[in-house]
């Protein structure tokens, strides 16, 4: 956690941005009344994270995972081997795109090394854009976004298996986009959300990479714009996370 933590505090529940930087790690808390938790994305340093700051993860229900980016699954193996340490023995699920393959091969590797010391179960649940689903009284509807890899050596990619999520509790939306290029459709889930959170990893606008790979933060902004409030995220190296709206 940062001093750029970005805090939102809803009816009965409440979000933070535990980190986020563009090519390094995002991580998402989200916190019910209830005393349980979700968690958006699980980038490196994530479990130092929850930690440090007493998060209790005998009661980390579900991890929804928007895309397999090294930045976004890194913490996915010391998660799990702290919930081993400290034997919880609580069920929790794995929200993942379906034909997303690096967490599955992060929880194989676990459960291989491992195969008859992990006190609870691992479901994986393999979820497809438009599908809805409860974890408890949260409504989740994940939807469908365009965003491609892209590396010095080999250029933009081909897209992945990538989503965004919306989350619904107690007549609030919450809204956080994943990384998404701006040929996503986006507009349907984000007006009038509750709270936005989307990412902004370009410094100029437009292109190739804009359109299939990440937005900028103009584009960010306008999107913002029709949400109640919005942190932008996942800014490129040293550049702050944004706040839009009361
Ligand atoms: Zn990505």
Same mark, same amino acid.
């Given at each position: 956690?940062?001093?750029?933590?970005?805090?939102?505090?809803?009816?009965?529940?409440?979000?933070?941005?535990?980190?986020?930087?563009?090519?390094?790690?995002?991580?998402?808390?989200?916190?019910?009344?209830?005393?349980?938790?979700?968690?958006?994305?699980?980038?490196?340093?994530?479990?130092?994270?929850?930690?440090?700051? @007493?998060?209790? =993860?005998?009661? +980390?229900?579900?991890? %929804?995972?928007? &895309? !397999?980016?090294?930045?976004?699954?890194? /913490?996915?193996?010391?998660?799990?081997?702290?919930?081993?340490?400290?034997?919880?023995?609580?069920?929790?699920?794995?929200?993942?795109?379906?034909?997303?393959?690096?967490?599955?091969?992060?929880?194989?590797?676990?459960?291989?090394?491992?195969?008859?010391?992990?006190?609870?179960?691992?479901?994986?649940?393999?979820?497809?854009?438009?599908?809805?689903?409860?974890?408890?009284?949260?409504?989740?509807?994940?939807?469908?976004?365009?965003?491609?890899?892209?590396?010095?050596?080999?250029?933009? @990619?081909?897209? =992945?298996?990538? +989503?965004?999520?919306? %989350?619904?509790? &107690? !007549?609030?939306?919450?809204?956080?986009? /994943?990384?998404?290029?701006?040929?996503?459709?986006?507009?349907?889930?984000?007006?009038?959300?509750?709270?936005?959170?989307?990412?902004?990893?370009?410094?100029?606008?437009?292109?190739?990479?804009?359109?299939?790979?990440?937005?900028?933060?103009?584009?960010?902004?306008?999107?913002?714009?029709?949400?109640?409030?919005?942190?932008?995220?996942?800014?490129?190296?040293?550049?702050?996370?944004?706040?839009?709206?009361?």
């Amino acid at each position: 956690m940062t001093e750029n933590a970005q805090i939102w505090l809803g009816n009965g529940w409440s979000v933070q941005v535990l980190f986020s930087r563009g090519g390094l790690s995002t991580s998402i808390l989200v916190s019910l009344d209830s005393g349980t938790y979700l968690l958006l994305d699980c980038g490196d340093g994530c479990l130092r994270d929850l930690v440090s700051q @007493g998060t209790d =993860l005998h009661r +980390l229900d579900a991890i %929804l995972l928007t &895309h !397999g980016h090294f930045d976004h699954v890194g /913490g996915l193996h010391s998660l799990l081997g702290y919930m081993r340490m400290i034997g919880r023995n609580t069920p929790f699920i794995i929200l993942t795109p379906h034909k997303a393959r690096e967490d599955k091969l992060i929880i194989d590797a676990f459960t291989t090394v491992y195969p008859d010391s992990v006190p609870f179960d691992i479901p994986r649940r393999e979820v497809k854009g438009g599908e809805e689903i409860k974890l408890g009284d949260i409504k989740v509807t994940p939807f469908d976004v365009i965003h491609c890899g892209s590396t010095k050596q080999g250029g933009i @990619g081909e897209p =992945l298996p990538a +989503l965004g999520y919306l %989350l619904q509790y &107690h !007549g609030e939306r919450v809204v956080y986009t /994943g990384d998404c290029g701006l040929d996503s459709k986006l507009e349907p889930y984000i007006s009038e959300a509750d709270l936005l959170i989307i990412e902004a990893t370009l410094n100029e606008p437009g292109g190739e990479m804009e359109e299939r790979v990440h937005l900028s933060l103009e584009s960010a902004q306008r999107f913002a714009a029709s949400a109640k409030k919005a942190f932008i995220i996942h800014r490129p190296g040293g550049l702050p996370p944004v706040e839009v709206g009361g």
